[in-house]
């Protein structure tokens, strides 16, 4: 056998043990995750299929405002149990029930631990104190299912995020079931160019 037969059949064997690497890597990191609802209109559409990260957190990274992710909505969400009971008038549900469900929700995380949180009439959340931005939502019109405006405020607890909809109309979300437990969310949404070549959180 030539050398450079050799040399060839090295590179092929190299970019086939690196090309299984990748896949390994994308199977085990990545789940395609199909929007089953209109609550994250007009930025991801319902049927569009999106790419979760299962390893975006660990360690000392945590979810970070604007990330969109995909969780386990607490136990009762499809009903909109809040998990201390109905809370005061013009407030956001504060508390969660105390176990998970078993479906997956994907949401935005709009607030995270210890961040005071309301909403103004247009359905825009108000953290701290100050009018966030948020030019990816639509406007919230209230209807017979949906409030879009929650100005008492809350302190998010320990662990625990805030998750709306985009479409804040149209959404299932945080404002009637309470912040989500960061050990409940499955991973962040992001955009891959070539199966996990160039993945940047979605946003």
């Known amino acids: 056998m030539s050398k450079r037969l050799i040399t060839v059949l090295s590179i092929l064997t190299l970019l086939g043990v690196v090309v299984i690497a990748v896949v390994v890597y994308?199977?085990?990191?990545?789940?395609?995750?199909?929007?089953?609802?209109?609550?994250?209109?007009?930025?991801?559409?319902?049927g569009a299929h999106v790419a979760l990260n299962h390893r975006a957190y660990g360690g000392d990274t945590q979810p970070a405002i604007g990330?969109?992710?995909?969780?386990?909505?607490?136990?009762?969400?499809?009903?909109?149990?809040?998990?201390?009971?109905?809370?005061?008038?013009?407030?956001?549900?504060?508390?969660?029930?105390?176990?998970?469900?078993?479906?997956?929700f994907i949401k935005r995380v709009v607030a995270?631990?210890?961040?005071?949180?309301a909403m103004d009439g247009d359905g825009r959340v108000i953290r701290n104190g100050t009018p966030a931005r948020e030019p990816f939502v639509a406007a919230c019109v209230a209807g017979e299912n949906t409030a879009c405006e929650f100005p008492t405020e809350f302190t998010v607890p320990v662990d625990?995020?805030?998750?709306?909809?985009?479409?804040?109309?149209?959404?299932?979300?945080?404002?009637?079931?309470?912040?989500?437990?960061?050990?409940w969310i499955l991973g962040r949404v992001e955009n891959c160019t070539l199966l996990i070549v160039g993945c940047s959180p979605r946003r």
């Open 112 to 117: 995270g631990p210890g961040d005071r949180v």
């Open 160 to 183: 625990h995020y805030v998750m709306l909809g985009d479409n804040r109309g149209a959404s299932d979300d945080s404002r009637f079931w309470g912040p989500v437990p960061e050990d």
């Open 67 to 104: 990330d969109i992710v995909i969780f386990h909505p607490p136990d009762g969400a499809e009903t909109n149990a809040c998990g201390g009971g109905p809370p005061p008038a013009g407030q956001m549900c504060g508390k969660p029930t105390g176990e998970p469900s078993t479906v997956k």
């Open 26 to 46: 994308g199977v085990t990191t990545y789940e395609r995750f199909r929007v089953p609802s209109e609550s994250m209109v007009p930025g991801t559409g319902v």
